[in-house]
């Protein structure tokens, strides 16, 4: 069975007119955000989405975790969908949003994952282990008695990672989890990542590094002005190199960095 | 297995409680400005003289609880909207809305923390009032200020849900919050009696619950009245909680439906 599934899923930004329409109406100044997705993520497999700024990345993600609302079609997660099921969809699935400072910032560290764990419904008994583990994931142990207002924009990070993880979720979302992250942090996370999958978890994560995507991805989706331009099954993607190659094929995109490679070789 | 409501409100009750007392200026600011009204209170009701006695009580007494009363109300309505505010401007209230709870129960939980906050000032308020300050002892009847209490609360919270609504609509839920308080500061009878007011303003003062609430409280604190007398009060303010406190969820929840269709759940 597939894990997320997006059937011909529309999404526009409308311009406010009024405070609560009567119904959804997509006006002719609305932002199109995606249009006539359809794309499928099997159990326990990881799918990147690449995609310039503004292709509708994050939008999908926010879609899958009923943050939004689709226009038209359907989102189902773990068969669930994401309108008429939304508490149900909220308990299979955690999301790690890219805003960094989506936490209380006079709390600690632990005093906002013990928050987030009451509302996650993670029991009493096991909240304390549960929340040493996903600091332990995340690597934030030693700073977990910290107000987060003192964190840097990498902890905080570890920290949304560290929140999605909370409830075990069977479907992860990730958006650029690992764009503050420092060098050796990020081939950790990646093995997370891969270990999570290598669980049962699906994980449906934003990106735009390519080391990243072909380090974790079994499948690669490229979204492109609100399109999906293109879908690969990793294991036919032979490198990173091929992997960017045929992203700035499909996207048409100029690869400044392949060009400015080349010329400093030449 | 889910975790119990009461769980879950003392975790919100926690976290506005250690972001409260961590913003230290903010609260030794708070509880100073307080003891100023209060004595400022004081030497007005010792200015206008021992001859008036609104609705058969001291003016110190009936100033303390009218204005503590009524600061309770409408500060636990901004501590709510503050609390939707702050919560869109960090980002948190995406993520509040993708937990297990059901985002009904997570709004009204955390409005009832806000107005927990409150509680505890205008405790101080009058508690403090009425002891720093000598006073002719009041003779409260606990039960009647308890129901009286109760139902003011759930009308605040209420009123607070429907500001949340329109903060979340419109990124500006204190503009309902001016509305409510700058027309019920001398309609509803905080620093004098509504008896004084013509016809037609009393006529207004009543359909608004806020009065009902002060003079019950007045009523039952001051005055020692019984459930039985208070309850030309307390049928008003029920009526208004029937009404009020499931209409204020639907529209919030509505609000919050059409923020994830437009996108707007994070604007500010």
């Known amino acids: ?17 009024r405070f609560f329409p009567r119904q959804r109406r997509i006006s002719q100044n609305a932002t199109l955000a995606l249009l006539n997705i359809t794309l499928s993520i099997p159990s326990a497999k990881v799918l990147v989405l690449l995609g310039p700024n503004g292709s509708g990345k994050t939008t999908l993600l926010k879609l899958a975790s009923t943050m939004f609302l689709p226009d038209t079609g359907r989102v189902l997660v773990r068969g669930a969908d994401t309108v008429r099921n939304a508490d149900r969809v909220r308990r299979t699935m955690g999301i790690a949003v890219a805003n960094e400072r989506s936490f209380f910032p006079r709390l600690t560290a632990r005093e906002n994952l013990e928050f987030f764990a009451t509302l996650e419904d993670v029991p009493r008994p096991a909240r304390s282990a549960r929340i040493m583990r996903v600091l332990d994931n995340t690597g934030l142990t030693d700073s977990a008695d910290v107000q987060v207002m003192k964190f840097s924009s990498g902890m905080y990070q570890r920290l949304g990672i560290a929140r999605a993880l909370l409830k075990q979720p069977s479907v992860l979302l990730l958006d650029e989890p690992t764009r503050s992250l420092d060098p050796n942090a990020t081939p950790q996370f990646w093995r ?5 999958a290598d669980g049962g978890c699906t994980v449906l994560m934003a990106t735009h590094n390519f080391d990243e995507a072909f380090a974790v991805a079994d499948l690669v989706a490229v979204l492109h002005s609100g399109q999906l331009a293109d879908l690969w099954d990793v ?23 392949s060009e400015l490679r080349a010329r400093c070789t030449s | 297995m889910k975790v119990g409501l009461l769980e879950k409100m003392l975790a919100i009750l926690r976290r506005d409680l250690l972001t409260t007392i961590r913003y230290r200026a903010a609260l030794v600011i708070g509880g100073s400005a307080m003891m100023v009204e209060i004595a400022a209170f004081y030497y007005l009701a010792r200015a206008v003289g021992p001859g008036f006695r609104p609705e058969g009580s001291d003016y110190f007494p009936f100033l303390v609880v009218g204005t503590g009363f009524y600061t309770f109300v409408v500060a636990g309505m901004a501590a709510f909207v503050a609390a939707v505010r702050d919560a869109q401007q960090t980002g948190t209230l995406e993520v509040l809305m993708t937990t297990s709870t059901r985002p009904s129960v997570l709004v009204l939980l955390s409005a009832v923390s806000a107005f927990s906050i409150s509680t505890v000032q205008l405790l101080l308020y009058i508690g403090g009032g009425l002891m720093l300050f000598p006073v002719r002892a009041p003779h409260p009847n606990v039960a009647a200020c308890a129901v009286i209490f109760i139902l003011s609360l759930a ?7 429907l500001a949340g609504a329109m903060q979340i609509a419109t990124q500006r839920g204190g503009a309902i919050l001016t509305l409510v308080g700058s027309t019920t500061w001398f309609l509803t009878g905080a620093l004098f009696p509504v008896s004084v007011l013509p016809g037609p303003l009393r006529a207004i003062s009543y359909m608004i619950p806020i009065t009902h609430c002060l003079q019950g409280m007045r009523m039952a604190l001051l005055q020692g009245a019984s459930l039985a007398t208070v309850q030309g009060e307390i049928a008003p303010l029920t009526i208004f909680v029937v009404v009020l406190l499931p209409v204020s969820l639907v529209v919030f929840v509505r609000a919050l439906r059409q923020a994830r269709w437009r996108g707007t759940l994070s604007y500010y």
């Open chain 1, 235 to 257: 294991t036919r993607v032979h490198g990173v190199e091929d992997l960017r190659a045929r992203y700035f094929r499909t996207t048409g995109e100029y690869d400044l960095v």
């Open chain 1, 192 to 196: 997370l990542v891969r270990d999570f």
């Open chain 1, 1 to 17: 069975m597939d894990a997320v599934v997006f059937e011909a899923v529309t999404k526009t930004f409308p311009e406010p007119r």
């Open chain 2, 155 to 161: 009308v605040a919270v209420s009123v607070g849900i």
